[in-house]
């Protein structure tokens, strides 16, 4: 995983409202667990890290759910601003949606023990990343959410070569979305 604080690559887009937040999650999701029928080098796995950064009711949740749900997730998809974490067992790998929101110290999500889940080839998604301070390691995509009323504004930003290919996979199928420069 690169260590640079630099993007590899962003794109930035305007979520009018939550069906589209939700459309981008499910374009985004068959690229990320390798269901895309994209020929890819042997050494890229499916699965990866996504932060998702915004302010409360940004749409962090909302994203992800319809990302889990277009993964093949059946169950109910429940926010983990309780539990910290909810796993899912999808046909090829697990995905791990994580929510650090409630953490007071940056050291709270090592004593949970979650250092062991991202050395996992697995798709963690996880709202309020910031709250675990420097210790976590960049994502290989973070998705920031900005209110932009009456919608959102929502940014991509590759942090990893991998990172930089969902988003070179992505762009072409956001056709009807309004991308911005
Ligand atoms: N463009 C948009 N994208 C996503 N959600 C939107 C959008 N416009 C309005 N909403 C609304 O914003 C809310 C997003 O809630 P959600 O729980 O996903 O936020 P969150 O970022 O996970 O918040 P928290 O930090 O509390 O976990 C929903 O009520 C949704 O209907
Ligand atoms: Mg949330």
Redesign the pocket.
Known sequence: MSTTREPLATLQLY????A??QHLAELLSPIVCGKDALQRPENFKAGGHIHLE??????????TRAFLRKAGVTERIK?P?YALIESYNLSSLNAYHL?F?RFSDSREWLDAGFRDILQENAVVLI??PEKAGKLLPLADLTIK?DYCE???QIQLAAYSKKGKEWLTTLKPLLREFPLQD
């Not at 979520?15 to 939550?18: G, I």
């Not at 915004?54 to 994203?63: I, P, R």
């Open positions: 979520a009018a409202d939550e589209v937040t915004g302010d409360l009711g940004a749409g962090k949740t909302s994203f926010s601003s929510d929101y709202e309020w959410l009456p919608g959102r």
